[in-house]
């Protein structure tokens, strides 16, 4: 897939989404996944965040995706209460790799909620990091969505 950049030069675009139940309230799941403090004790994907959870601010978060571990600067670009977190960063050169990744909280009624996690990335190096994106970087955000999970439904 492709789409125009700011200053309309094509560039490939790549988008990840999972989904997974959790029971628990939309309050309960957000306490977890805004609690950076605690994802080295449960978060398999981001062993480490940090920052204030205001939009426009930066995080420091380091992502772990098979054996490669990076630590990042994204700006929170959504802070919904309850319902929606995102950021986006992206290299230093301009145009080669950008990622926005989402958390959205949606409510079943009942205690149940659905989580959605999803990235969009865009950039020169989208077409070379296919399979890894597909791979190591998918099977982080689904073992992410299993333990936030369990955390979330622990009584």
């Known amino acids: 897939m492709e789409d125009r950049d700011g200053l309309g030069y094509m560039r490939a675009v790549k988008e990840l989404h999972t989904e997974i139940e959790i029971a628990a309230s ?9 609690d950076f403090a605690s994802y080295g004790e449960w978060n398999p994907l981001v062993p480490a965040a940090s920052g204030e959870l205001r939009e426009g601010q930066p995080l420091r978060v380091t ?9 990042i600067k994204p700006r929170l670009v959504r802070v919904v209460p309850n319902r929606e977190l995102a950021w986006r960063g992206s290299l230093p050169v301009p145009g080669m790799f950008t990622g926005e990744h ?10 149940r909620v659905r989580f959605h996690h999803w990235e969009k990335f865009s950039g020169m190096l989208v077409p070379l990091l296919s399979r890894m994106l597909d791979g190591d ?3 982080g955000f689904e073992a992410m969505n299993q333990a936030l999970k369990a955390r979330a439904e622990r009584t």
């Open 63 to 71: 992502l772990k995706a098979g054996k490669r571990t990076m630590t």
């Open 137 to 139: 970087t998918r099977r």
């Open 102 to 111: 989402t958390f959205e909280i949606t409510s079943l009624g009942e205690g």
């Open 26 to 34: 939309p309050e309960r799941v957000w306490r977890e996944l805004t």
